[in-house]
Nanobody
Framework: QVQLVESGGGLVQPGGSLRLSCAASGSIFSIHAMGWYRQAPGKQREMVARITSSGITNYADSVKGRFTISRDNAKNTVYLQMNSLKPEDTAVYYC????????WGQGTQVTVSS
């Protein structure tokens, strides 16, 4: 059974940075595409960034140039470096393995506020 455990969320001021981590277990991490999604109150869950097993990345337009997704297959971990954070980035961030019908973490809250 796949387990995804996110960490690194918190409260940050606008313009600040956070790095989210997602540790995976229960599957062969290196063969799976990984992603970060987010859901703000009253909104649908949306894709933030994805990285394939070969390291190809893609991003939502709203985060391009500010967020960077990466993975360390030796540590079974995927990261999301978030810079220049804005209040509209406030959401619960979820780690995903294998796409929308795959496995999900429990989520970590990111709040951007002064």
């Amino acid at each position: 059974q796949v387990q995804l455990v996110e960490s690194g969320g918190g409260l940050v001021q606008p313009g600040g940075s956070l790095r989210l981590s997602c540790a995976a277990s229960g599957s062969i991490f290196s063969i799976h595409a990984m992603g970060w999604y987010r859901q703000a109150p009253g909104k649908q869950r949306e894709m933030v960034a994805r990285i394939t097993s070969s390291g190809i990345t893609n991003y939502a337009d709203s985060v391009k140039g500010r967020f960077t997704i990466s993975r360390d297959n030796a540590k079974n971990t995927v990261y999301l470096q978030m810079n220049s954070l804005k209040p509209e980035d406030t959401a619960v961030y979820y780690c995903n393995m294998g796409g929308p019908v795959g496995s999900w973490g429990q989520g970590t809250q990111v709040t951007v506020s002064s």
